[in-house]
């Protein structure tokens, strides 16, 4: 599904992205780890068209790189970005509504916001709530639908888990490999490392943007860098 070669992501001066290298199977998910600066936002966003990047970008088999993000966005790439970033003065069922707005005629929206509302029933309970009265969990509830709303065959999602209570970041992680589980590819990047690496089939472990790891996900997991950087063992 996802294919990533050699890309490099600069800011001015400064490489955020160093020539790296993915691959992520059709149903797979691949968690992209490392911390903060290692350059996994630059990696997602390279990939959803919303930075300028050198290198190789191909979804399902097709060059993507370059490509501006709503033409990516109609061939099935979803993006939930860190911090949420909903449309915080229009109501649940308006944010819901304008991520699908692109995609598809109105009548096939309804039948989504419907379908999102029953996947998450706190959403059909705040439907006509603003989206910037939400808890921080409620919102992130509401970035994942909206993005859904797409109906992607590729989510990018960008630290989902940030910032929220460890009950809703069980219920996200829960929520994710459901995803999975119903054969949506994604690409994970999250600083919850051992849950993280508990639902994904791959891992890789970014540092000064580069691949400083990589492999089948209970590997990584098992490898002495990853236990004592990150899993405190």
């Not at 069922?93 to 096939?108: D, K, R």
């Not at 993280?196 to 891992?203: K, R, T, Y």
Request: glycine residues 10%; hydrophobic residues 50%.
């Amino acid at each position: 599904m996802l294919a990533v070669r050699d890309l490099k992501v600069r800011y001015g001066a400064v490489e955020a992205v160093r020539g790296l290298d993915l691959s992520l199977a059709r149903g797979q998910l691949l968690a992209l780890l490392g911390a903060n600066g290692a350059g996994k936002t630059s990696t997602l966003a390279a990939i959803a068209g919303l930075v300028p990047a050198a290198g190789r970008i191909e979804i399902a088999g097709e060059t993507a790189g370059g490509l501006p993000p709503e033409t990516l966005a109609r061939r099935g790439v979803a993006l939930v970005p860190e911090g949420r970033r909903l449309f915080a003065g229009l109501t649940v069922a308006e944010n819901l509504t304008l991520g699908g707005a692109v995609h598809t005629p109105p009548a096939e929206r309804r039948r989504r916001v419907a379908a999102m509302e029953e996947r998450f029933p706190v959403l059909a309970e705040r439907r006509h709530q603003k989206a910037g009265l939400l808890s921080g969990g409620e919102q992130q509830m509401l970035a994942l639908a909206r993005a859904l709303m797409a109906g992607p065959r590729l989510l990018l999602l960008d630290e989902p888990s940030l910032g929220l209570a460890p009950q809703m970041v069980e219920r996200v992680f829960d929520i994710v490999a459901g995803l999975k589980a119903e054969g949506l590819t994604i690409l994970l990047v999250e600083q919850n490392v051992p849950m993280s690496l508990a639902i994904a089939d791959q891992a890789v472990v970014l540092a000064n943007g580069r691949a400083a790891l990589s492999g089948p996900a209970a590997e990584v997991a098992a490898s002495d860098h990853v236990r004592r950087a990150y899993l405190a063992a």
